[in-house]
């Protein structure tokens, strides 16, 4: 069983708790692949909101 990269650890947890406001303990405890999904729900909420914005320039 390989470790998951703390870097990329770090940097899921940091994502979600900026764009979500959860805090550290929360986030620690959903699974990983939960986590994963909110990281790439995030990420289709943020490209939606760059299109929009764009779109309005």
Not at 7 to 34: K, S
Request: no cysteine.
């Amino acid at each position: 069983m390989t470790r998951y990269p703390a870097d990329q650890l770090h940097a899921e947890v940091a994502y979600v708790a900026f764009h979500f406001h959860w805090p550290y303990e929360q986030i620690m405890r959903l699974e990983h692949a939960e986590r994963r999904r909110w990281v790439g729900e995030i990420a289709r909420i943020n490209q939606r909101l760059n299109e929009q914005t764009g779109a309005s320039r």
